[in-house]
């Protein structure tokens, strides 16, 4: 267990080291959310209902997408996977702890725009905090579940930029955190569905519970998990 604990919280630290790492997960969030966020509540008063929702979806979708993978095509694409066999620790060890690192950045960055949210720019304020966070939890699993797809897969870095921008690209535009997905035309709004982006807006905004809404997202989990159980098993045969 400490080497374990060891491991994430190096690789925390390799994170907080890592400057493309630290722009996906905190910076431009935040800046887009400081930006966007000024111009949403100025020519739509209305968005203030639910601008911690889209702002927070932004950020994790970005985080999760274009900044979880990144770590895991450096280690798994490189030597360096040679090193954690011959030291007997295992493959699936640096993808845990990559996905405990992030789940933690993603979840301070989401906390951040919370706090200021009200303040900034006097948005909604989530009914209930405990509903919130959970449900916000399970979706960042969610999604670094597919950034851990996209890095074990993948072991190019520019292969990398382009499948994760085909990803987050997608579920920045149909998902209706920029504007609602009621403007779009319905073959685009069945797409937008595919993206959990998508079903995070519909589940924060609500203040009660739908589990049926969770049920997409947790088909998505399951076939991320498999996929990663599969590749890294792959990884360490070869």
Request: proline share 5%; charged share 10%.
């Amino acid at each position: 267990m400490s080497a374990f604990l060891y491991g994430v919280i190096l690789q925390w630290k390799l994170d907080l080291r890592n400057k493309g790492v630290i722009l996906t997960y905190y910076v431009v969030p935040l800046l887009f959310f400081a930006f966007i966020g000024a111009i949403f509540t100025s020519i739509n008063p209305t968005a203030k209902d639910s601008l911690i929702q889209s702002m927070t979806i932004f950020g994790i979708t970005m985080g999760a997408f274009l900044g979880t993978p990144t770590p895991l095509v450096e280690l798994y694409g490189s030597d360096i996977v040679k090193a954690y066999k011959v030291g007997g620790i295992p493959i699936w060890m640096a993808a845990v702890n990559n996905f405990i690192s992030a789940f933690f950045h993603l979840f301070i960055m989401s906390i951040v725009i919370y706090l200021i949210a009200p303040i900034a720019f006097a948005a909604k304020v989530p009914q209930s905090t405990l509903y919130f966070f959970l449900s916000l939890a399970f979706f960042i699993v969610v999604c670094l579940a597919i950034g851990t797809v996209l890095g074990l897969f993948i072991t190019d870095i520019s292969k990398l930029t382009m499948f994760s921008q085909f990803i987050f690209l997608p579920s920045l535009m149909l998902s209706g955190i920029m504007f609602p997905v009621d403007m779009l035309p319905v073959v685009l709004q069945n797409v937008g569905k595919i993206f959990p982006a998508t079903w995070a807006l519909m589940i924060l905004v609500e203040n009660e519970l739908d589990l049926t809404l969770f049920l997409p997202l947790l088909f998505i989990l399951c076939l991320a998990v498999l996929a990663s159980v599969y590749r890294l098993s792959r990884v360490g045969k070869e």
